[in-house]
């Protein structure tokens, strides 16, 4: 069982995404804006981080940003999972460190595929 952190400022997505991991068998943990994630990512060490971008005090994007030049968490796979759908938000997406990039609304199956992957 993989430990998996959800930063996402909407309780709905939250939700969704924290019963996908769960059915996975795996822990979930919840943030809701970057910077609670990077406090948590700091904290718990997870093993996955599922990222959304448009949050309030500290967006996705600078949050991972700051966890993956951490050194403490810079080997925690990050996925962002966001409305954000433009080739551009995809490619500074990945510069800031992400390992994968979701759009929403959620294909599951692309997730289920994409957390399984990052988790080996």
Do not use: C
């Not at 959800?6 to 969704?16: M, R």
């Not at 769960?22 to 981080?49: K, M, Q, S, W």
């Not at 050194?71 to 796979?77: A, D, M």
Request: proline letters at 4%.
């Amino acid at each position: 069982m993989a430990k998996v952190l959800i930063v996402d400022d909407s309780p709905t997505q939250l939700a969704s995404l924290k019963r996908i991991v769960e059915r996975l068998g795996h822990e979930a943990i919840t943030a809701e804006d970057g910077a609670a994630g990077v406090d948590l990512a700091r904290r718990e060490r997870p093993d996955l981080i599922l990222m959304d971008v448009v949050m309030p005090n500290l967006n996705g994007f600078q949050a991972t940003r700051q966890i993956s030049r951490d050194q403490e968490t810079s080997h925690i796979p990050i996925i962002l999972v966001t409305t954000k759908d433009q080739e551009t938000d995809r490619v500074w997406g990945l510069r800031q460190g992400a390992k994968g990039y979701i759009t929403k609304p959620i294909d599951e199956k692309e997730l289920v595929k994409a957390i399984q992957q990052h988790l080996g």
